[in-house]
């Protein structure tokens, strides 16, 4: 167990590492069709590519005031048909630059409240989307509990999903009065039997610690709920309080209402043992899982991957990102959509690609882009066949020593292991690694580690 003055010294500001180079680091700050197409002609038509496709689906009934993602505030359910006609849009395009259909391995609908949607607009895309299906496909959703029924279970299990995430974040109605999301434990544990009933063989809680008016009553009595409904898999998010970046959500309470480091790390930490005491273990960073979970098993067989989906066990190299502020991953870089769905609507009018910036990976951003995720997955890194990347570590040895001194990581001009206790901070370890990270001071850009 790490004393506290070891935890304080690693909580600063840090990238969480979804992608490398992180998004603010991107060297194409205005990236167009024109300059996207041909490079993803040359990189990727007619390949055989292993393909996760993600659906950014904006929409919410109201705002929840933790939340960090892309959303659009509305009751108005008129926007549903004309954003899936957008999409489908925006899919043929990539289906006409790929030089026909795309072999689909992996869709992930986020958002917003991907069920803001009713079924059948839900099963009009889908049925666009997976006309070439691979072998063992990954179908994944994230449903609002509060806003997922048995008929869209029915219909996207029908389709094919077999994983769904809900949104928990916390069961205490004061935390949940802060945060603008009243959601009982009966509605949660509703929506959790329907879904095992429908035939999902891995449903997902996420839960958060450090939220406003959080106490470590709240946090273990959210746990205890969380256990007794014994998801296949739970995210334990770090609350990350960046009003500066997410305008107005962030601002309807104060720091004061939040708890301090300590305390927030004390709330991980309690959480973290009651999952393991109870038959979870952990994987990658923040996500715990039951032995029998696919993630579980992917941990093992060392074929755990990360995205900006998150944890996944699709060793995907190309993820192609549909809709308002979605993002797409290739092997040459990554590309972003128009976060307004405004905008997003009038280039798909205009028969454009509604991307606006993106990367292009150098040599060295894909070699650490690879020794990245495999620290933020497997908690090491080899890199003994590899000069270059032997000498990038030797250049950081005294940083190295210090976290081998303070018990965060083993190491050896061969390879960096990630210790049990200093997990919580491989993004700290990352970082260190990342010269991107040298150039502009991360506070301010970044929440905490803890």
């Not at 999409?87 to 259909?101: A, D, F, P, S, T």
Request: glycine share 6%.
């Amino acid at each position: 167990m790490l004393s506290e003055d070891i935890i304080n010294k690693y909580n600063v500001s840090s990238p969480r590492y979804t992608s490398y180079p992180t998004i603010l680091d991107w060297n194409r700050m205005e990236f167009s069709e024109t300059e996207f197409a041909p490079i993803f002609k040359k990189a990727e038509q007619n390949k055989n590519h292993s393909t996760s496709v993600y659906v950014h689906l904006p929409f919410c009934e109201s705002l929840c005031t933790f939340c960090g993602c892309h959303k659009h505030i509305t009751k108005q359910h008129s926007v549903e048909a004309p954003y899936i006609d957008a999409v489908i849009k925006e899919w043929k395009m990539y289906e006409e630059l790929n030089g026909g259909n795309i072999q689909v391995d992996e869709i992930h609908l986020g958002g917003g409240t991907p069920t803001f949607f009713k079924a059948a607009q839900l099963r009009r895309l889908i049925e666009v989307i997976n006309v070439k299906t691979g072998p063992n496909p990954l179908f994944s959703f994230e449903g609002h509990p509060n806003h997922t029924s048995d008929e869209q279970l029915q219909t996207l299990y029908d389709l094919g999903f077999r994983r769904v995430s809900f949104g928990v974040q916390s069961y205490s109605p004061i935390v949940q009065k802060a945060i603008n999301r009243i959601q009982p434990f009966e509605t949660v544990e509703k929506v959790t039997i329907a879904s095992r009933k429908a035939g999902f063989t891995s449903i997902s809680h996420d839960l958060v610690f450090g939220l406003p008016m959080q106490t470590m009553t709240d946090m273990m009595d959210t746990i205890a709920k969380t256990i007794q409904l014994k998801p296949d898999a739970i995210s334990l998010y770090s609350y990350a309080h960046v009003p500066w970046v997410k305008g107005t959500g962030q601002r309807g309470f104060s720091k004061e209402d939040l708890p301090s480091g300590d305390e927030k790390r004390d709330l991980y930490e309690k959480s973290k043992a009651q999952l393991l005491a109870n038959g979870y273990i952990e994987i990658g960073m923040d996500h715990f899982a039951l032995p029998t979970d696919i993630l579980a098993q992917a941990l093992k067989g060392g074929a755990l991957n990360r995205t900006f989906m998150g944890y996944t066990t699709n060793t995907t190299d190309r993820m192609i990102g549909l809709g308002a502020s979605a993002i797409s991953e290739y092997g040459f870089g990554y590309a972003q959509n128009v976060k307004s769905t405004r905008s997003y609507h009038q280039m798909i009018d205009a028969g454009e690609l509604p991307i606006v910036k993106g990367h292009i990976h150098s040599k060295i951003d894909a070699t650490l882009k690879e020794h990245i995720t495999q620290l933020m997955c497997q908690f090491e890194t080899n890199f003994a066949a590899d000069e270059w990347m032997k000498n990038h570590v030797s250049a950081f040895k005294k940083a190295l020593n210090e976290f081998q001194k303070d018990e965060i990581i083993e190491w050896n001009e061969n390879e960096i292991i990630v210790t049990e206790d200093g997990k919580p901070f491989s993004r700290n370890v990352c970082m260190t690694l990342d010269p991107y990270s040298k150039k502009v001071p991360t506070q301010d850009r970044f929440s905490k580690s803890v």
